[in-house]
RNA sequence: GGGGAGGUCGCAUAGUGGCCUAGUGCGCGGCACUGGAAAUGCCGUACAGCGCAAGCUGUCGAGGGUUCAAAUCCCUCCCUCCCCGCCA
């Protein structure tokens, strides 16, 4: 959610943010259309409220029947008036919300400007793709022969696009999900978090997931739940309608969870293997921060999701997304990993800065000295990394030519001394 | 799921229609006293909206209603605690 007083002072420069992203500016003219004619009526209604409180004081120290039946009366009148006005007010205010609501983060000014995917930038490239002396085989077919990657019953399960991890394959997951989290714990200093699977609406709203992105959410019939769709969607709400003090910023919390999408848009993209599936796990980082720091928060947040990749010894690139790949970001980088078996990048980790966008929505403050103002802080997020992705890109970098792979070192540990999968 | 008790300012509590402009204690901040501190005293301590400002308005779990006037009365819902039932 963007400030009403920034829409107010500086509606050009909202205007130039919304059509960088490809937007309709109009909205600008709507909220300030909506602003005006709900600052009116409060000013009506508040004074009519105004006099009736007095009034109603006079009233109960009024000894003469008459007069006092007289003021009731009148009152009585102001009362309608007011009952009528408050439910414009209440009209109004609910559209006014509901625009602000509808309204884009604007990008900051050094994200480049695009229209797809492909005007992000390559930042940089680390790790050279290995050379094999076989051909290299895509995830399911090793995934399948190994015994590691049930597809088929997995869609009789739950149909297509979800599958069983089984064995190895299973015990994969879980070690990268320990060996992710304690890295972030210890190295990075972040602070675990188990939050629920399942939220309420005004939680997605909070994170921007609603109402405007709604379509890919898996909601719980009967009830007003639905499936999270990242664990930032929780742990961006965990200090909803609080404040927190100056001391307890920076705040870091790691979170392991599955995440639910409903991508019915993608339909026909990606249909083999795991890269793109209804359900998935994930590690997410999220940090809270004070707004002059979050910049370099970011650079840092990035730092920590390369860790992760670094340590698996995987090439991977850096990009740096365009206006047209944002979401409700103000700046987003992603990382992806290569995967040689299918011969592509694979985008395993998105970190973003949200600005005070969401921090407005989920009423998220901090005071930043004692005595003074609440204000709205800044919120990070970035994955840490997703799970599916980085299972494909260890079965394929990792492969060997007797259709085996070999455990990455890291993750030794974490196996209980499994260093081939498939044996 | 059934029965009972509750939800008031950071915490604890008072408040059964106008004396509530929500009191008190604790905590917190400032000042005084002190060599410094403790103790003590004084002052201040929620959030939001509107307004250039003075100030006004709203919020006592949430939403409706009754009334000239609601923390207080009525209705619906949510949450917490206790007992019973069921259950990993």
């Not at 937007?23 to 300030?32: A, K, N």
Request: glycine share 8%; with cysteine.
């Amino acid at each position: 959610m963007l400030d009403i007083k920034l829409i107010r002072d500086q509606p050009d420069f909202v205007r130039h943010g919304i059509r960088r992203r490809g937007e309709d500016p109009i909205i600008v003219d709507t909220i300030l259309g909506l602003d005006v004619r709900r600052r009116e009526l409060l000013q009506q209604v508040e004074q009519l409220k105004a006099t009736r409180n007095a009034v109603s004081k006079e009233i109960s120290k009024m000894k003469d029947a008459s007069e006092r039946e007289a003021k009731i009366a009148e009152m009585r009148t102001v009362g309608d008036q007011i009952a009528e006005l408050d439910k414009e007010v209440a009209a109004v205010d609910n559209e006014f919300t509901r625009q602000l609501l509808l309204t884009p983060n604007l990008p900051h000014p050094d994200v480049p400007d695009g229209t797809s995917e492909h005007d992000n930038i390559v930042m940089r490239t680390e790790g050279a793709p290995r050379s094999f002396d076989f051909t290299p085989k895509p995830h399911w077919e090793i995934g399948e022969q190994l015994g590691i990657i049930d597809f088929e019953r997995g869609v009789k399960l739950s149909g297509s696009r979800f599958f069983v991890l089984k064995g190895h394959g299973a015990k994969l997951q879980r070690a990268l999900i320990a060996w992710m989290l304690d890295m972030h714990i210890t190295q990075h200093g972040y602070t675990e978090i188990a939050p629920p699977y399942v939220v309420k609406e005004e939680i997605l709203v909070g994170t921007g997931n609603l109402p405007k992105f709604g379509d890919n959410l898996f909601r719980i019939a009967g009830v007003d739940l639905t499936l999270i769709p990242t664990a930032e969607v929780p742990v961006t709400n965990l200090y909803r309608d609080e404040i927190l003090a100056a001391e307890q910023l920076p705040l870091y919390h790691v979170a392991y969870t599955p995440c639910w999408r409903n991508e019915q848009m993608s339909a026909g993209r990606d249909v083999r293997g795991i890269k793109r599936v209804y359900q998935f796990d994930k590690v997410e980082m999220v940090k809270f921060v004070t707004p002059e720091t979050s910049m370099n928060e970011l650079m840092t947040l990035i730092d920590n999701a390369e860790d992760v990749c670094k340590a698996l010894n995987i090439p991977y690139r850096l990009l740096k997304l365009c206006t047209a790949d944002l979401g409700t970001a103000v700046m987003k980088y992603d990382l992806e990993l290569w995967a040689p078996g299918c011969g592509e990048w694979l985008e395993v980790s998105s970190c973003a800065n949200f600005g005070d966008y969401q921090a407005r929505r989920a009423n998220l403050r901090y005071r930043p000295a004692v005595g003074a103002k609440p204000e709205f802080l800044h919120t990070l997020n970035g994955s840490g990394l997703a799970l599916p992705r980085v299972m494909i890109a260890i079965i394929e970098n990792y492969q060997q030519a007797d259709g085996t792979i070999v455990v990455p070192d890291v993750l030794r540990g974490y196996m209980g001394g499994i260093e081939i999968l498939g044996r």
